[in-house]
């Protein structure tokens, strides 16, 4: 098989040959589906691991001490005894939870980030569906995740967890607003909703230098929302320890609570790589228009390594100011959405027309 | 009776539409084994009572069948974060009963451990009160700046926490010879991470949207519930015991006593980050001028106090403590009581947190600082 590490498409397409010469049709997609699951699964289930080994070694590094150093060489193997530890624990039903829904709410928030991940492209080539509303089924299939929050809060039969859900709950929806509302001023300014298209059109520059003040203020208001829609960083209410123990997921033990767990950090992903994907170029590398050399050195390194370096860049930002800033209380939260962010949003979009209309941009 | 029932909570007055919650006592990050009754009408706090009790170890009955210089170990334990200044009181008690002068020498160190014992329960308070703010990382910062005092600690009273350094008649033992070397490299150290300290928390803008004019305690109300200490003086009450009935080596000393005249969690919080300030200034004043000499007076074997009562009041981290003994002429004391600061500051949060949400509950109990060992003794 063609590996081509700077053009997914080679492999992609070898495979698909090799299989269609082989099996009938409908066995090929059937067996191409089974794969890419598969690689989901994997990819999800490492970056998983990888981001909460990396959350705990940044946080030592920002409290002055050094994290997880004993279970295998620097603490490498820590995440996975977790893990194992999470699988072996006992599942606990509260009495008098709602079984179904209970049982259901942790499946919800787990696929809603993978069904996220699938549009996602971390190389060219290398992407699962490439819509023409690709930015839009992002924004609507995340919608759906806050519904698994608010069933695990009420079915769990727990006042704290029933409280911990109604602030989160409160405080997706909101922020939710203002991501799609960053986004569409980036959509003004690619043209398109494509994401594909979205990427290729940073080929001359990244969207955040070309649309600069609009992109920027843009760039600003997405990661802020981004924050508070994944309940991370200075708007962890919902799970804030000193108030409410656990907020919604109090009540989950074992493989249950790894998923509310695995999914929040899939969000940060998700979240980190909607980011890099509109604002920083994706899996372009740095090109500024006319330098040609300079394009040429920066195209050496293959796509799929800028996007996990822009990707871990962005994660890095977000852990930096959750261990660094207090916590909002929850009417400050709701404040800063509708009060701050909606206005400045809106008038950003006014000016990313203006600048895309009149050519302003670079 | 019927007082009784107006004050305790049960289900049957509660309207519909508001609901109990318990914070604590068993919890992740509050302060000790409080239990708080919350009653709340959705996020809004409509009553908070508290319920004490599960860290009662009878302390004060337990002091009734102990000697004199024995009581002061057991003071250790209640605010074991101003453990030195729970032993001064004590041994002032029993030194002004008994009317014993002690040495220069020792009033200096007294002072000294007084102040350093200040500091360290102050850096703790700061690095809890970013942890319930949310801001993690601050209770790493403040936990590091204090190793140094509790290093000097265990250098000269060979415990870290629970000196029992100070009994009546003097100390236990004479500072360690590197005692004043330590401490002025200690202060040297400090004034370069206290603003370190401003940057990271004081002006944050989340930080002063949470506390800023959340929770505000007036002067008359401060005065009416006995809250002493920081917590008062960001009131307005002026109740520095150091500067108004001064003892040990306060009278030598100049210093400010920080006041507030907002009483809101933030003046809260601002006095006791300038408190840190003056009691630097002040180990600094002392630890050059130490005087030489004895550290501590030869007390009889069995020390017996007069037949009578007798009160000491000193200033702790948190407020007022005070040591009430009633001495019956026997070795062992009749009736000891303690007026802990915690206590009376615990009962003024009803009536501050009234109408507030619950991460305002929690800023503000945090801002009161209290130790729960202290309150139940």
Known sequence: MAFNIYDFTTLTKSIHEGLSSQFSPTATLAIEWTIVGLAYLLFVALFGLFLVYAERKVCAAFQQRMGPMRVGPWGLLQTIADFIKLLMKELITPKNADKFLYNLAPFIVIIVSFLVISVIPFAPGLVTFDFDIGILFVTAVSSVGVIGILLAGWSSNNKYSLIGAMRSGAQIVSYELSVGLSLIAMIILAGTMQISGIVEGQREMWFIFKGHIPAVIAFIVFIIAGTAETNRGPFDLAEAESELTAGFHTEYSGIKFAFFFLAEYINLFIVAAMATTVFLGGWMPLHFGDFEGFNQIMDLMPGLFWFFFKVLGVIFLMMWFKWTFPRLRVDQILNLEWKYLLPINLFNILLMAAVVLFGLHF | ?377
């Open chain 2, 1 to 377: 009776m019927d007082e009784l029932k107006e004050v305790l909570i049960t289900t049957d007055d509660i309207r519909t539409d508001e609901y109990l919650i318990n914070m604590g006592p068993q919890h992740p990050s509050t302060h000790g084994v409080l239990r708080l009754l919350v009653q709340l009408e959705g996020e809004i706090v409509h009553n908070v009572q508290p319920h004490i009790g599960y860290i009662h170890s009878g302390i004060e009955k337990m002091t009734e069948s102990l000697s004199y210089p024995q009581i002061g170990h057991l003071t250790d334990r209640m605010d074991y974060l101003s453990a030195h200044q729970n032993n001064e009181a004590v041994a002032l008690c029993v030194e002004n009963a008994l009317q014993v002068e002690v040495p220069e020498r020792v009033k200096y160190i007294r002072t000294i451990m007084s102040e350093l014992s200040r500091l360290a329960s102050h850096q703790l308070w700061w690095c809890v009160m970013g942890m319930d703010m949310g801001a993690l990382t601050t209770f790493f910062y403040g936990l590091r700046d204090r190793e140094d005092i509790l290093d000097i600690f265990e250098e000269t009273c060979g415990a870290r926490l629970t000196v029992n350094y100070s009994i009546p008649g003097g100390l236990m033992f004479d500072i360690h010879p590197d005692f004043q070397r330590d401490v002025k490299a200690f202060i040297k150290k400090f004034r370069t991470k206290l603003p370190e300290y401003d940057r990271l928390l004081s002006g944050n803008v989340i930080f002063t949207e949470r506390t800023k004019g959340v929770g505000i305690l007036s002067k008359e109300d401060a005065i009416a519930y006995g809250v002493t200490g920081p917590t008062g003086r960001a009131s307005g009450f002026a109740c520095d015991l150091r500067k108004h009935r001064p003892y040990s080596a306060y009278d030598k000393v100049t210093f400010n006593e920080i006041l507030s005249d907002v009483g809101d969690t933030y003046a809260r919080y601002q006095v006791r980050m300038a408190e840190m300030w003056e009691s630097m200034n002040i180990i600094e004043q002392l630890i050059d001028n130490i005087p030489e000499g004895d550290y501590a007076v030869k007390m009889k074997g069995v020390v017996k106090l007069p037949e009578g009562e007798f009160y000491q009041r000193v200033e702790t981290a948190r407020g007022e403590f005070g040591v009430f003994i009633v001495s019956d002429g026997k070795k062992n004391p009749y009736r000891v009581k303690f007026r802990s600061p915690g206590f009376s500051n615990l009962f003024a949060i009803n009536h501050i947190a009234k109408g507030w949400k619950i991460a305002d509950l929690v800023a503000i109990m945090s801002t009161f600082d209290l130790v729960i060992p202290d309150i139940d003794r």
